[in-house]
């Protein structure tokens, strides 16, 4: 099976720079292969095939493309196409996408390496420490969190710059057999391989490092269940065309019922692949006083279907699962621990104690962090996604699109 490991980097400052170099000639290089793709005939457009066998006249045209490690240039080419794909395949489904869009420097955020162009020590140096290393780049230390299994080859290494300006390398694993790999260690856990999740009201999901998925809209959907309810009404009870009727009924319900289910697997293996640790809150015991009855009945079903799927999914990619006491995560600050009444209309969080300010769901993520780590015996995040926060003031929240979350389901960027 295949599934991925991601740990936090440490890079010098100087190959930190390296890094960012590379992070920018990877993204031109893949607006180029966009720019080559959308002007080529409607009835002759490129493949991947193709693309690639033009990377070497592009080299010399563009001697900035000739920096890139030959696998790198390739895994990029190979983006582009796997986008192309997950783009029609949305399409087919029925949702509404546009063309793939210039990725600009706060888009394109990784660079992907396929069998070659990297290197791990886990041993390194005077300290022994685990070390990375790119081609043309360099050696940087990671947080080696969680060894990879003795069984397992890597295919990919993938460093990424995420928006707070942290670096994490991600490789991607493969075992022959159908070994389930391994949790990682508890004391492994930290606040940047972690996360707290807050299933929302507005979001469907809000994590504690800031991203925001949003609920997939299905408007078109119910319009039609109501259409079907109201020509079942005027149907004369028993008779034939009632019972037909009622199956169109039942085959509206079965299609929302379908594309929520087949929306959970995306975000939950989207969770567990990137994760070590996914923290949520215990529904059980989750306060909803907010919602009217009705409302809580159907979020509550969606949720629990939610949790099920992620608990499901955390044992196939080893991944820590943990329900963690609901009570109060939205009125307490996740920066001073005071409680503060807070109306279901006031969409900020602003600490009266502390000063502490954030967004309402992102405040109820981080205490779901914090108490996943209180109740594991770990205490305080080492580093803590309130400091992260406020460290990036300006777009806060990195909003996830469905499809990024289909495309991150399936690739490691
Ligand atoms: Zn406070």
Known sequence: MEYSHRYHAYPTQEVA??????????????????????????DDKPSE???????????????VFAETHSKAAQATVARFHHNLTVLSELKEKGYNVG??????????????????????????GHDKDAYVWFSKIG?????????????????????????????????????EDEHVPEKPAVESLTASNSVGIDLGILNYVHTSDGKTVDWIDLDDE????????????????GSNNYEKQRQEVAKARRHIRRKVLDYQHKITT??????????????????????????????????????TLLEYKAALY????????????????????????????????????????TDRDA?????????????????????????????TDTDRFESVSASHVIETGSLPS
């Open 139 to 175: 050696w940087m230390k990671i947080r080696y969190s969680r060894p990879i299994p003795d069984h397992a080859s890597i295919k990919e290494a993938t460093f990424k710059k995420e928006t707070t300006g942290e670096w994490f390398i991600t490789f991607s694993l493969e075992t």
């Open 318 to 357: 080893g991944t820590h699962v943990v329900q963690v006491e609901a009570r109060g995560t939205t009125k307490e600050c996740a920066s001073c621990g005071v409680e503060t009444a807070k109306p279901i209309w006031v969409r900020e969080h602003s600490c009266p104690s502390c000063g502490f300010e």
């Open 49 to 63: 095939y193709d693309q690639n066998n033009k990377l070497p006249e592009w080299k010399r045209t563009w001697p």
């Open 99 to 124: 063309r793939l869009k210039r990725q600009a420097p706060t888009d394109y955020r990784s660079v992907t390496y396929n069998q070659s162009g990297f290197d791990l020590d886990e041993k390194r």
């Open 222 to 237: 119910y319009d039609r269940l109501r259409h079907e309810q109201r020509k079942l009404s005027r149907k004369e009870h």
């Open 363 to 391: 405040n109820a993520a981080m205490n779901v962090l914090q108490r996943g780590f209180a109740e594991r015996g770990l205490g305080w995040p080492e580093s803590t996604p309130v400091e992260t926060v406020a460290a």
């Open 17 to 42: 720079e390296g890094l960012e170099h590379h992070l920018n000639v990877h993204r031109q290089l893949y607006n180029h292969v966009r720019w080559d793709y959308t002007n080529s005939p409607e």
């Open 270 to 307: 989207w969770l567990v692949k990137t994760y070590d640790a996914v923290f949520v809150e215990d529904l059980n015991v989750k306060e909803m006083l907010e919602q009217s009855h009705n409302a809580r009945n159907k979020q509550d079903a969606a949720w629990r279907q939610f949790i």
